[in-house]
């Protein structure tokens, strides 16, 4: 098991599509913080914050990626299911095509190859939703101070979000478990969401849209509903938070868990009884 997941991380790691993901992944970091709208671009910016009290400088809590209410945060995270399956989403339909998943299961056990194959997708979809965001907070701090976030401002996450005393109290540690336990997490999941449409469709293109697909249908039929519903909202990985008030702590781990859950079942019980000549 050891083996095949190494093998399969070094595929990863080795393909065009997660480099390109990574490459949009810092557009949208450049966007941010040299862009028409970029946190650098106004000379002003970093002397005060307009319509407070024109003295308190910004700070990187009300002005890195995550917690930024503008263009490239809401285009980040509305694209982030796309962006998490991109990389090796489609992996296990093109092992079929090329022969490869045929010659692996002849040499290792079958349920050993796909449970290496739904680890690395996972952690591909995580690494590239994570990473980006991680290295803009991390930038922010290059160029802006990290005063303590304070409720009395509103300019950041409402202060009836998931884990807002947290921010408040202890910025760093809601912005690490956000980022490791919430958007890697369900970068993961969209990842894995992509490769359980390996055996429902015969396209790798549509395989990788599978997961944004899936998520808009969701919203969809959640905003047609006459009764309350869970909401499944497209911008649920965003820190800012900018649907508290409809969004529980027990939403995203129903959320999580339903997502894991079924594309667990499908890919690994299709294909382990599933002929994998096609």
Wanted: proline residues 5%; aromatic residues 18%.
């Amino acid at each position: 098991m050891r083996q095949i997941f190494r093998l399969e991380m070094k595929r990863v790691f080795s393909s065009k599509e997660f480099w390109l993901v990574l490459g949009v992944g810092l557009l949208f970091i450049l966007a941010h913080l040299f862009g028409k709208e970029g946190i650098l671009a106004d000379s002003e910016f970093n002397r005060s914050i307009e319509g407070v009290n024109g003295i308190e400088p910004h700070s990187v809590w009300y002005s890195w990626l995550g917690l930024s209410p503008g263009t490239e945060n809401y285009l980040y995270f509305s694209l982030a299911p796309l962006l998490a399956a991109i990389p090796y989403a489609a992996s296990g339909w093109k092992d079929i095509k090329s022969g490869y998943q045929k010659q692996m299961v002849m040499r290792v056990p079958r349920k050993t190859y796909f449970l290496a194959k739904y680890a690395a997708v996972f952690l591909s979809g995580g690494i590239v939703i994570t990473v980006p965001l991680l290295l803009d907070f991390l930038l922010c701090h290059c160029f802006l101070p990290a005063y303590r976030p304070l409720a009395a401002y509103g300019l950041s996450i409402v202060t009836d979000a998931v884990g807002s005393e947290l921010f408040y109290t202890h910025p760093y540690l809601y912005v690490f478990l956000f980022l490791f336990f919430i958007d890697f997490l369900f970068g993961g999941a969209y990842a894995c969401l992509g490769l359980s449409a390996t055996y429902l469709l015969e396209n790798s293109v549509l395989i990788q849209f599978f997961p944004y697909i899936v998520q808009t249908i969701l919203v969809f039929l959640c905003d047609l509903c006459p009764f309350p519903v869970w909401p499944f909202l497209v911008n649920k990985m965003n820190p800012y938070q900018p649907y508290a008030e409809s969004v529980g702590a027990e939403h995203y781990l129903i959320h999580l868990l339903l997502f894991i859950g079924v594309s667990f079942a499908v890919y690994l019980r299709r294909g382990k009884y599933r002929e994998i000549y096609r």
